[in-house]
Nanobody
């Protein structure tokens, strides 16, 4: 079984920073793609940032220049450094891994449980 656990969310003032982490545990052969999504009530889940196994990153336009995604393959962990936060960044942030558990299995997607980020004065 594979489990993704996020951490690092919380309450921060506008202009502040937070660093989210998401670590995968369990039997994993390889993680191909790691991503952060966010969701607010009544809206569709939004892709915030993603990073490939070759460290190629992409970002939503709304976070470019403010957020940085990175990964530690040895730890099966992805990070999201969020700077210059605004109230519009308030959401539940969820990580998503596309990984292969074994040579006999295909690539599957796994989700974390989510961590709340609230930007407010």
């Amino acid at each position: 079984q594979v489990q993704l656990v996020e951490s690092g969310g919380g309450l921060v003032q506008p202009g502040g920073s937070l660093r989210l982490s998401c670590a995968a545990s369990g039997s994993i052969l390889s993680v191909y793609f790691m991503a952060w999504y966010r969701q607010v009530p009544g809206a569709q889940r939004e892709l915030v940032a993603g990073i490939t196994g070759g460290d190629v990153a992409n970002y939503a336009d709304s976070v470019k220049g403010r957020f940085t995604i990175s990964r530690d393959n040895a730890k099966n962990t992805v990070y999201l450094q969020m700077n210059t936060l605004t109230p519009e960044d308030t959401a539940v942030y969820l990580c998503n891994f596309r990984l292969q558990r074994a040579l006999s299995t295909g690539i599957q997607g796994y989700w974390g449980q989510g961590t709340q980020v609230t930007v407010s004065s």
